[in-house]
């Protein structure tokens, strides 16, 4: 038996503002008290039974972080699949049945997984696994259902049948009928967990939905490769039509099967769904970060960059961040989403990029913004190196605070140490590099009529920006 784990991390999850960003989503943060983001935590819940290198299916935004992160678990050699536009799961998953073909991996079991999920009893999970890979060796396409604990609207619902059928998948319910589900016992919920092998859904695939498994295969084709990065040909893909698996394939096909999941599960979804899963203190808050409360109770206060006081409140969601702090009753958790959509209509960036923003080389920091000058601290990982690039509108002045830089400035190249720094006219192409071992950390000052981040011409990256 052989399995390939495909993670989903397509996502942004705008219902987690504003710790959750487009340039930084859920499934990279660290949300239940562990040191692992979610993706970390998907990537590391099966690698105690015989895995494959995962094959994670994200878009090109995020392609960076999601190697990093992999990285730093020790998982150097996944395939990334960059997604050019999302079209829902029926087609990344198309993208990574097809990338394990092209590995001579067709007849691999591919065990399908959200990167934004929380499974804690991973041993309940490997029972399951092991119990659906039996069924997948025959081509039965398996969908994992939840033993529900609550009358839950806010998932889809899998009537399972005799002999792992699926009877049924039915629409997110109004309270009255979840709660007939969970009496009946006939009920589970719909995790958006599969398992099958990459020959089965393809084919699967083609018979129901013919123009989608045509245009992934299409874009697939012209797919290019760099790094370990698999670019999907973008034009092929903008023609694929936009479905889940669901509705695609698994209420279509006849080889569906359910395996029941009886262990704790939760997607994430939203700020009141992290704390009913998160471990509360005697007065039902869940406290994360500096925060002090005082007479307050059912809450959830998470303090990101300061001090956050909480007195004499209760069912609140309180989330600080460098740029924004969210304040909500617990129980409108699904409307964070229209505050997002109002920030994004009035041209604002809170819902886009946090203060300190990553890059494959490093990160940096906003400190100071004003009409013709900006000040960022810049970190600089050791080994890596910006773009050869200039700018048409702003000159820049670097600081080193720590470290040693590498500068390429016009014909000229320096090396600079602590409190040394350079001047960059307009116009002037330059570099950044750290050829040292510890991290080299800069304050640079731009200055100038236009200091937009698309004010980059770049003449060589070794990242392939």
Known sequence: ????????????GSRLWPLSREHFPKQCLSLTGTQYSLLQQTAKRVTSLDVSMPIVVCNEEHRFLIAQQLQEIGIKNASIVLEPNGRNTAPAIALSALE??????????LLVLPADHVIRDTQAFEKSILQAAELAQGSALVTFGVKPTRPETGYGYIRSGDNFAVAEFVEKPDIGTAQAYLDSGDYLWNSGMFLFKAKSYLDELAIHRSDIFQAVSHAYE????????????????????????DYAV????????????????SDIGAWDALYDYAEKDFDQNVLLGDVMSEGTSNCLVRSESRLVAAVGVKDLVIVETADAVLVMDKNNAQDVKKIVKRIQKEGREEHMFHTTVHRPWGTYQTVDLGERHQVKRIMVKPGEKLSVQMHHHR??????????????????????????????PVGVVHALENPGKIPLELVEVQSGSYLGEDDIVRFSDRYGR
């Open 395 to 424: 000159a820049e002045h670097w600081v080193v605070v720590s470290g040693t830089a590498k500068v390429q400035n016009g014909d000229k190249e320096i090396l600079l140490t602590e409190n040394e720094s350079t001047y960059i």
């Open 250 to 265: 698994m209420e279509q096909t006849q080889k569906a099967k359910v395996v029941t999941y009886e262990g704790d599960w």
């Open 222 to 245: 012209k797919r290019s490769e760099d790094m370990y990065f698999v670019r999907i040909d973008a034009d092929a893909f903008a023609s694929c039509p936009e479905e889940s698996i």
């Open 100 to 109: 394990a073909k092209h590995k001579a991996l067709d007849d691999a079991l």
């Open 1 to 12: 038996m052989h399995i390939i784990p495909v993670i989903l991390s397509g996502g942004v």
